[in-house]
């Protein structure tokens, strides 16, 4: 079957750095997506991995490994708008997106 | 780039009655437009994939004559509740998927939360 699994909560610090794990197996697969999703609101992109390596955006930084069947959302210099649910989502085969449960992220003062 | 819109934000109706809620996509043609449902403190649910012309693809255990989708045309899509109950209520989410840049990357709506009386 497919299935995705990634930590159901975090917390972290204000300011501090922050790795959000996601493992994934698929039937095939064309890349992996994270979304930030804030309560009550929409999923909104965060990043797309189709090759090996690191990706970085600003604050925010994606792993892929194909082999492993693994990524991270790094996030850096956390800030209290970070708050929210992180999700990991794989693109199957078929091109149909396989979405984890989600990580719910807690940021302290 | 890459908005989508959703229409209305939220609705409340009595139960029995229809719902149509509208997801357009503002600054580029999509092919491919998806429905999601997501219950409180939950993940995604995809309803339904519809592409442009066709027919929409239900997922295993989604009524296609409740959940009506029609995607008339590049830009738009809708999914009708019919005859709702209050176990529809729910935040449905709709995702489009761009035929040109960023071909695999879905981009949400803001989401309809519906609510029945």
């Known amino acids: 079957g497919q299935n995705i699994d990634q930590p159901t909560e975090m917390t972290a610090t204000e300011g501090a750095i922050v790795q959000i794990n996601c493992t994934y197996q698929t039937s095939g697969f064309n890349g992996l997506f994270w979304y930030q999703q804030h309560a009550g609101e929409a999923p909104t992109f965060l990043s797309y991995?189709?090759l090996d390596g690191l990706e970085e955006k600003g604050r925010f930084s994606s792993f892929l490994s194909r082999s492993k069947g693994y990524s991270y959302l790094l996030l850096k210099e956390l800030q209290m708008k970070d708050s929210a649910s992180y999700l990991c989502?794989?693109?199957?085969?078929?091109?149909?997106?396989?979405w984890g449960a989600g990580t719910k992220l807690i940021i302290k003062p | 780039g890459a908005v989508v819109s959703q229409h209305p934000s939220w609705v409340i109706c009595k139960s029995g009655t229809s719902v149509k809620i509208e997801c357009r996509s503002l600054d580029f043609q999509a092919t491919t437009m998806f429905w999601y449902r997501q219950f409180p403190k939950q993940s995604l649910m995809l309803m339904a994939t519809?592409?442009?012309?066709?027919?929409?693809?239900?997922e295993q255990g989604v009524e296609k004559d409740k959940f009506l989708i029609n995607h008339a045309s590049l830009t738009l899509s809708t999914l009708t509740v019919t005859s709702a109950h209050p176990e529809d209520s729910s935040f449905y989410i709709c995702s489009a998927r761009s035929s040109g840049f960023d071909a695999d990357t879905q981009y949400f709506g803001p989401g309809t939360r519906l609510t029945v009386l």
């Open positions: 519809s592409n442009e012309g066709s027919k929409a693809t239900y």
């Open positions: 991995n189709v």
């Open positions: 989502a794989a693109l199957d085969s078929n091109y149909q997106l396989i």
